[in-house]
C-alpha cells in the first residue's frame, strides 16, 4: 500500500533542472568542509505538523486532504499513519523525524490507557525505524493541548498538574531512549503566565528548575544518553513565555545549575518574535558551548505571530549555516522542519514541494557558508578588526594582567587611543551578496 502513488523518491538532478519533485541543490552524498551534505544538515521531518495539522485556524476548520486518515482517534488509525510517515520520510530521504508523544499516539480514558496507546504505536515506529533506517532527533511531550495543562504544566499553580506532566515526561523520555532518539525537547508550551496579579514567579521558577532536575535524574537513572534542550519562545501561547530567548534560557540554567545537562534548540521564527535574528540566537547559544539543534523555518515580516513556514530565503539560511558551521557543526542535533504548509495548500503533494524547498534553500545556505569560509576574505576583516587585542595592551587585558590603575597610565603616557577603523558594514554586505551570486 502507498499513500504517495504518483510521487517518486525524490533525487538531485542539480540547479538546472525544472523538476518541483527534484532536489536542485541537496546531493546528500556531496562533500562540503570534508563531510557529506547529508551529515552536515541532518534533515528532520516533524509529525506535528505534516501529519497531524489539518490547516484549521482560529476563523475556521481544517482544509487538509489526507485520504490515508480516518480521521478517528483510534489506535489502528494512528498505526497507519506512521507507516504513511515512513513513506514521506524516506522518498524525502529524510535521516530523521520528531514527535511529540500525543502526535504519535492518541490519549486514553486515562494515564494508563494513554501509555498503553503510545506503547501500540511505538511498536510501529521502531519496525518502520528499522525497515527503512530513518531515525529518532528528538522526541517531547506535549504538555499544552489537553486543557489539564491550562496554567501550565511544570509551572502550574496546581501540583497534580505538575505531577501529571512529570509522569508524561517520563515515559515519553523512556520511549524516546527505546527508538533511540539522540535528542530530548522541552518547548516551555504554557510555561508562561497571562498576569502577574494571579502568578507566583519565583516559585513557578522553582519548580521548572525541579522538573528539569527530575528529568535529569531520571535519564540517570534508565541510561538515557541523548541530549536535552531547551526550546526557547517569548510568546505565544502566554503573553510571557519564561524561556523566551537563549540568553534567558542560559540565564536559567546557570540559576538552577543545570549547564550541564541542557543545551538549546533554537528555532527561527521564535527568535524574530523575540526581537532577535536568527543568527543572534544561534551565536548567543553557540558562543557559550549551547547550540544543541535547530528548528528550520521562518515567519512573515507582516504578521506578528508564529506563522512556521517553510525556509526558502537564502539569505537566512546562509546566515544560519555560517554560525553552525562556526561552531562545529549541529550533531546530535539537525535542522528540523518545524513548518507547516499554508491553509490553502491542501494537498498531499503540497507536503513534498514544502520540504524539497526546505531542504535546498538549507542546503544552498550550506554551499555559500562552506564558500565564504573557504575565501577567508570575512574571516579576515574580522580578524583584522579586533588585531588590537592580539599584542600589547589588548594582550594583557586579555590575559588579565592590566588593572585599572595599569590602564589609567597607558592612556596617560599615550593620550589618545590609535585611530578607530571603519566597521564597513556595507562592504560586507555587498561580499556576501557576492557569495549568494557565485555559488
Ligand atoms: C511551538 C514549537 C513546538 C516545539 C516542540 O512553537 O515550536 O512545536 O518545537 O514542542
Ligand atoms: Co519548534
Known sequence: MTAFPDIPKIEYEGPQSNNPLAF???????????????????????????????????????????????????????????????????????????????DVAPEGANLRETNANFDAVADVLEEEQQRSGVKLLWGTANMFSNPRFMHGAATSCNADVFAYAAAQVKKALEVTMRLGGENYVFWGGREGYQNLFNTDMKRELDHLGRFFHLAVDYAKE????????????????????????????????????????????????????????????????GS???????????????????????????????????????????????????????????????????HIGGMDAFAKGLKIAAAIRA??????????????????IGAKIEAGAATFADLEAYMLEKGEPTANVSGRQEMLEALINRYLDRC
Open 222 to 285: 534508565i541510561g538515557f544518553t541523548g541530549n536535552f534542550l531547551i526550546e526557547p519562545k517569548p510568546k505565544e501561547p502566554t503573553k510571557h513565555q519564561y524561556d523566551s530567548d537563549a540568553a534567558a534560557c542560559l540565564n536559567f540554567l546557570r540559576q538552577y545549575d543545570l549547564m550541564d545537562h541542557f543545551k538549546l534548540n533554537i528555532e527561527a521564527n521564535h527568535a524574530t518574535l523575540a526581537g532577535h535574528s536568527m543568527m543572534h540566537e544561534l551565536d548567543y547559544a
Open 288 to 354: 557559550q558551548g549551547a547550540l544543541g539543534s535547530i528548528d528550520a523555518n521562518r515567519g512573515d515580516l507582516l504578521l506578528g505571530w508564529d506563522t512556521d513556514q517553510f525556509p526558502t530565503d537564502y539569505y537566512q539560511t546562509t546566515e544560519t549555516m555560517l554560525a553552525i558551521l562556526k561552531y562545529g557543526g549541529i550533531a546530535p542535533g539537525g535542522v528540523n522542519f518545524d513548518a507547516k504548509v499554508r491553509r490553502e495548500s491542501f494537498e498531499p503533494i503540497d507536503l513534498f514541494y514544502a
Open 375 to 392: 575565501d577567508g576574505e570575512l574571516q579576515g576583516l574580522v580578524d583584522a578588526r579586533y588585531s588590537s587585542w592580539n599584542s600589547g
Open 24 to 102: 536542485r541543490w541537496y546531493n546528500p552524498e556531496e562533500i562540503v568542509e570534508g563531510k557529506s551534505m547529508r551529515e552536515h544538515l541532518r534533515f528532520s521531518i516533524v509529525y506535528w505538523h505534516t501529519f497531524r495539522g489539518t490547516g484549521s485556524d482560529p476563523f475556521g476548520p481544517g482544509t487538509a486532504v489526507r485520504p490515508w486518515d480516518d480521521g478517528s482517534d483510534s489506535v489502528a488509525n494512528a498505526q497507519n499513519r506512521a507507516r504513511v510517515a515512513f513513506e514521506l520520510f524516506e522518498k524525502l530521504q529524510s535521516p530523521y523525524y520528531a514527535f511529540h508523544d500525543r
